[in-house]
């Protein structure tokens, strides 16, 4: 099974100008190679494979001299990289791959050939950087990925290989749905309601009075720059709180239940809607989820997203009726056709529950039971439990 795990790292000066110059070509590699495959591909409709990618990349080397710096295999991983990039936008599970900026987070990886030491990780060309390891690594390193945050905070994710082969899964045992909203982070079926947590308030005025000092500073000016990286500080902050509180509850729900079923929510086409956008993309439904599939996977549990048009909200979950119109602002709802009183999102929390219970049941796998339901092929197809390890 593979297993991920960040760990601060504390490079010298003289690392850290390694890893400045190694960021740099790789993501000059990356640019290049990207608007290549985009010309290719408005010519000739067809993008470009790996192996061209690569050929590319080597290319570079021979034509400038300060490619030379970075180690070869970093290089050939952002081939890899971009490559899987379109697959995975050509397999709907990804947006079209970015040009990558000087400004944002930084990262290389290093395929093979780091190892752990004492107090630290080995690399190629680099030497012996000061790690904190605050969990140890067992099994074997896959790939080792070194990133740089705004705030100038060196990472190292390693991916390791424990040996173990992944849990068979089991749909035995209590199965739960869940209902991802703004009002509530999430409610689940058997009645929970988790809050969203209140700390990006707190945050915010801070941020705030941060970002207009910022717009004051003079540009290019020390000041503007450590004011910029204060910035970067409340952002750190705020990302690091919500990834606490996304942890500790799919712990917990992942603990209790042996079946998770969550609403496919195509997060990415709800945050189009502007209104909505900040609130979205603050709340973090996607590292949520990903969260509660691999936790789940993990201890051979199933976690299923089921397809995001099935009216979850609008359907009694008593006696299946289903309402024409149920405007967001309403919260209480009362059945006409068996009189039952309804919290809107217990009620679609229920929905999704048994709805995933209908996808696992191989019997009724083929058959919408729920009138007026039009399932489309598109939405089958997501609704199948993934295997991928991770
Ligand atoms: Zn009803």
């Known amino acids: 099974m593979l297993k991920a795990s960040k760990y601060r790292i504390y490079p010298t000066a003289k690392q850290r100008q390694h890893l400045a110059q190694s960021f740099g070509c790789c993501r000059f590699a990356w640019n290049l190679a990207l608007n290549l495959t985009n010309e290719t591909y408005k010519a000739t409709g067809f993008g470009l494979n790996r192996f061209a990618i690569q050929k590319e990349i080597a290319k570079l080397k021979k ?12 290089l050939q991983v952002v081939a890899l990289n971009l490559s899987r990039a379109f697959i995975n936008f050509f397999e709907g599970r990804a947006a079209y791959p970015q040009f990558k900026s000087k400004h944002r987070k930084q990262s290389i990886s290093y395929p093979q050939n780091v190892s752990i030491v004492e107090n630290g990780m080995k690399f190629p060309k680099m030497g012996i950087v000061y790690a904190k390891l605050h969990r140890p690594i067992e099994g074997k390193i896959k790939t080792v990925t070194v990133s740089m945050n705004a ?37 689940t079926s058997d009645g929970s309601k988790f809050d969203n947590p209140r700390w990006l308030r707190k945050h915010e005025r801070n941020l705030k009075n941060k970002q207009k000092r910022l717009s004051r500073r003079q ?37 209790e239940n042996q079946v998770i079923c969550v ?7 709800m945050v189009k809607n502007h209104c ?12 949520f989820c990903t969260m509660l599939k ?26 299946l009726n289903q309402v024409k119109s149920l405007p967001l602002d309403v919260r209480f709802w009362r059945c006409k056709k068996c009189q039952t009183n309804h919290d809107r999102d ?8 048994d709805e995933g219970l209908r996808i696992l049941s191989p019997r009724t796998r083929e058959i919408a039971y729920r009138p007026g ?12 439990i993934s295997h991928s390890a991770g």
């Open 63 to 74: 034509e400038y001299e300060w490619m030379k710096e970075p180690y070869s295999q970093c």
């Open 151 to 187: 705030k100038g905070q060196y990472f190292a994710s390693v991916l390791v290989d424990d040996g173990k082969d992944t849990p068979e899964q089991s749909t035995e045992g209590k199965a739960i749905g869940i209902d991802l909203g703004l009002t509530h982070f999430a409610i």
């Open 219 to 255: 540009k290019g000016s020390n000041n503007r720059n450590k004011t910029r990286k204060q910035v970067a500080g409340v952002h750190n902050k705020i990302s690091r709180c919500r990834e606490d509180f996304h942890h500790k509850l799919s712990r917990r729900i992942v603990n």
């Open 263 to 269: 609403e496919d929510l195509a997060v990415k086409n």
């Open 276 to 287: 909505l956008a900040k609130a979205i993309s603050q709340v973090g439904w996607g590292q």
């Open 294 to 319: 691999y936790k789940a996977e993990w201890e051979g549990k199933v976690y299923l997203e089921v397809n995001r048009f099935f009216p979850s909200s609008k359907t009694c979950n008593v006696c």
């Open 346 to 353: 217990l009620n679609a929390a229920k929905n999704i529950r």
């Open 373 to 384: 339901v039009s399932r489309d092929s598109r939405g089958r197809k997501k609704s199948t």
